[in-house]
């Protein structure tokens, strides 16, 4: 009784708990053609208990992002998490097709006390504002997970960096990718490998040289070798980030592409081509001659390698008569002996009781066939009479 008042105790309170909460509501301002990312920590989440984030020790937390009234994030946007220890990143590039409104619902699970918050994130996603970006360069930086470059701080390095190998201008960061998305792979768990992360920037001033040296094709040619590509400037990025210049991708927009040609849809006639003519009305064929070629071919060629087969079994026999008169005299008085030995042992097997062969006697003349009774076992007499 007192164990079920107990679980009645934990399901009110859990259910005060849930009409008590309400998720708050967070309005964001994403821009097309722009990186977007947003932190999920406990800061963002007030509404959490006080006692689950003690000073002391950190509390796992883990997030759940999907948009409302759907099962998974819009196609757009990314949710990343190393472990619970640390913050949850929600990232992405919307395009013009995601242009509008956009709520995510966001629900952060404490996994000591498995308490639970929501919050709601509005995303009004418009156009961005100044000028167009029509140079775009990406970059593969090998020494940095995705986790580590979405925080706004070393995202603003890695501009600052580039600056010194772009032209003068404002360089904008368009999106940024793991490594693990675009085919990559996972590395070996060794101090210092790290998976990857595609960064994509871009400006409205024009490439410089040095990062067309790069993304040519002789640099590329290089790098399928196996060298070093050319890099004819400085590289303002190392040691903070190690970028694989062979994975570099330059793309100009500045020139509008031609417009592909619509094809006009005709009438489904086709124009007279005096090359080709095709016939009106097909000819008629006999099939029989093909049929009994087909067939009687075979028949016959058959038939022939069974007569032939025939002749050499029946009829090219050489016969008994002609095989021992072929035979010498002596090889068939031994195949005579033999067969007269063969049907003896064969009689005495069948009767027991008949006297044992000549050639078994103990004492025998073989040139006189007299038999004598035995005096001395043979077996018994050593060959050497010295030896007894």
């Not at 040609?261 to 005709?266: D, L, S, T």
């Amino acid at each position: 009784m007192a164990a079920a008042l107990i679980w009645i105790s934990l399901l009110v309170g859990l259910l005060e708990g849930l009409g008590g909460t309400e998720a708050q509501q967070t309005t964001l301002h994403p821009l097309v053609g722009r990186a977007f990312v947003h932190t999920l920590d406990h800061e963002s989440f007030p509404h959490l208990p006080e006692h689950v984030f003690p000073v002391p020790a950190p509390v796992p937390i883990t997030y759940q992002a999907h948009l409302q009234g759907h099962p998974d994030l819009p196609r757009w946007l990314r949710y990343t998490q190393r472990n619970p220890y640390q913050p949850g990143f929600l990232y992405g590039t919307a395009t013009p097709e995601d242009r509008g409104y956009q709520v995510i619902e966001v629900t952060a699970y404490n996994r000591d006390s498995f308490d639970t918050t929501q919050q709601m994130l509005v995303l009004l996603i418009g156009d961005p504002e100044g000028p167009l970006l029509p140079y775009q360069a990406e970059f593969l930086v090998r020494s940095h997970d995705v986790e580590e470059v979405l925080p706004s701080t070393p995202a603003s390095h890695f501009l600052a960096a580039l600056g010194g190998l772009w032209e003068p201008g404002e360089l904008q960061l368009l999106n940024i990718t793991s490594a693990l998305d675009r085919g990559g792979r996972v590395p070996l768990p060794i101090e210092g490998r790290k998976e990857g992360v595609y960064i994509k920037v871009g400006s409205a001033s024009p490439f410089s040289t040095c990062l067309k040296m790069v993304a040519s094709p002789d640099s590329h040619a290089r790098c399928a070798q196996g060298q070093p590509p050319l890099l004819s400037c400085y590289d303002t990025l190392a040691p903070h980030f190690r970028v694989d210049w062979c994975n570099v991708s330059l793309v100009d927009k500045s020139v509008p592409e031609p417009a592909d040609e619509v094809p006009a849809p005709g009438d489904g006639i086709l124009e007279h081509d005096p090359f080709f003519c095709p016939p009106t009305e097909a000819t008629a064929r006999d099939f029989l001659t093909d049929a009994l070629v087909t067939l009687l071919v075979p028949l016959l060629v058959a038939l022939l390698l069974t007569l032939l087969l025939a002749y050499v079994m029946c009829c090219r026999r050489e016969g008994r008569l002609k095989r021992d008169q072929a035979t010498s005299d002596i090889q068939m008085v031994h195949h005579c002996t033999i067969r007269g030995n063969t049907e003896e042992l064969r009689q005495m097997a069948s009767s027991r009781e008949v006297p044992r062969p000549l050639s078994t006697l103990p004492m025998f003349n073989v040139r006189t066939g007299e038999r004598l009774p035995p005096q001395v076992d043979s077996a018994q007499v050593p060959l050497i009479l010295d030896q007894h």
